[in-house]
């Protein structure tokens, strides 16, 4: 099954047949929202709202490890997260979509590992991420192609068709937040190298990699990042925009859900081979 991830602006979504609604507990505690069990065509899809309903977590503070768990339990091995973000490179406009390609981690306290050697969690299960977690096994994971090529392809040709503007690859800037950054900030991660700057994309990409998951991100640009602009920043701002992108976003993932071949055929589930010490 495929599992999506809804950041700010998305909460649910709107007009699709909801099959049921689950609770789901796990050992990394409570996921930030319910899991949607959605009808697209005769597939499912399992919902998770990042910052949960009403917006109560902030970036900080989601339950990655929970949310990517949860889903895991569902049995979903891709995950496809929509995120608002702040565009740094200048060619990227509010409202254009970017397919993330690669990530610069800038945040300071944030759980990012299932793997934590003899500290681990002991869970429930037989595949290989149980048995290294309840072996207490030290794991490192690649980390030079964390988003799936495969997922990323039929993006392209899904926004292509629906005559989207967006740009295929971006460097993604995780930032703790919860404030916004500074000027300084943000001449800063350009030189880095980051096209975007968003508060959420990490731990979740590596999260669901450790678990074997294919995880695509699909980012809409919100604003332009602090000082590019020369006005404030607001989150009004920001939800405004993913409201106002809320049709264009649905359709997206429909598009996507209906034409995502069965089988995968990236790899991505080949990145605990070898991950062990
Ligand atoms: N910075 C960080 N996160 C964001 C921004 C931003 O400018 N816009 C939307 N999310």
């Not at 950041?7 to 899991?35: A, C, D, M, Q, W």
């Not at 949310?67 to 496809?80: I, K, T, Y």
């Not at 800063?188 to 074997?212: F, H, K, N, Q």
Request: charge should be negative; aromatic fraction near 8%.
């Amino acid at each position: 099954m495929i599992g999506v991830i809804g950041g700010s602006g998305l909460y649910k979504l709107e007009g699709f047949e909801i099959v049921k609604k689950l609770k789901v507990r796990t050992p990394f505690g409570e996921p930030s929202s319910e899991v949607v069990i959605v009808k697209v065509g005769d597939r499912e899809l399992a919902f998770i709202s990042r910052h949960g309903e009403g917006h109560v977590y902030p970036p900080h503070l989601v339950p990655y490890r929970a949310n990517l768990w949860a889903l895991r339990e569902l049995g979903v091995n891709r995950v496809l997260a929509v995120s608002a973000v702040g565009g740094i490179n200048r060619t990227f406009k509010p409202g254009d979509f970017v397919v993330i390609d690669d990530l610069l981690d800038l945040t300071k306290n944030r759980k990012d590992t299932f793997y934590e050697g003899k500290f681990s969690l002991p869970v429930d299960g037989n595949d290989k991420v149980a048995k290294l977690l309840k072996e207490g096994k030290v794991v490192h994971i690649d980390a030079s192609q964390l988003y799936c090529p495969q997922m990323r392809s039929l993006l392209f040709e899904v926004l292509e068709d629906l005559k989207l503007s967006y740009h295929p690859s971006g460097v993604y800037a995780c930032t703790e937040g919860p404030r916004f950054e500074t000027p300084a900030e943000i001449r800063a991660i350009e030189r880095l190298g980051s096209d975007v700057v968003g508060m959420t994309g990490y731990p979740e990409v590596v999260l669901a990699r450790e678990l074997t998951m294919c995880y695509a991100s699909v980012c809409v640009v919100a604003n332009p990042a602090a000082g590019i602009a020369g006005y404030r920043l607001t989150s009004d701002e920001v939800i405004s925009l993913m409201k106002e992108k809320e049709q264009e976003i649905g359709k997206l993932i429909v598009e996507f859900i209906k034409r995502l071949p069965e089988n995968r055929t990236c790899g991505c589930d080949r990145i605990l081979d070898g991950a062990e010490v």
